[in-house]
């Protein structure tokens, strides 16, 4: 499966931005997905996750409350609402699949190109 992460851009601190993840050449429907970020200079971190039937997901302490995870299988699409973003929130978003609920990168595999999010403040 090849998945494109986009919807990234420019948002002022307290703004809001949904990113997509897109699957091409395979369904999505039977994956865990998690998003993930990377600022520059540190290393990539887990923000969230949902599994493929979209009963259980988790979240990054730092993002929770803002950010919301979903996903809509019909559309072999997951969502990443992000609001009241921050500063700090500023990073590559990464999306990729899971076969179980993980939250460190070794846990995952096909890693789209990820989406640039720059938030001002």
């Known amino acids: 499966v090849q998945l494109q992460a986009s919807g990234g851009g420019l948002a002022q601190a307290g703004g809001s931005l949904r990113l997509s993840c897109i699957a091409s050449k395979d369904t999505l429907s039977t994956y865990t997905i998690g998003w993930f970020r990377q600022a520059p200079g540190r290393e990539r971190e887990f923000v969230s996750v949902?599994?493929?039937?979209?009963?259980?997901?988790r979240y990054a302490r730092s993002v929770k409350g803002r950010f919301t995870i979903s996903r809509d299988n019909a559309k072999n699409a997951v969502y990443l609402q992000m609001n009241n973003l921050k500063v700090e929130d500023t990073a590559i978003y990464y999306c990729?699949?899971?076969?179980?609920?993980?939250?460190?990168?070794?846990?995952?595999?096909?890693w789209g190109q990820g989406t640039l999010v720059t938030v001002s403040s």
């Open positions: 949902i599994t493929w039937g979209g009963d259980e997901t």
């Open positions: 990729a699949t899971a076969w179980s609920v993980g939250i460190t990168v070794s846990d995952y595999n096909n």
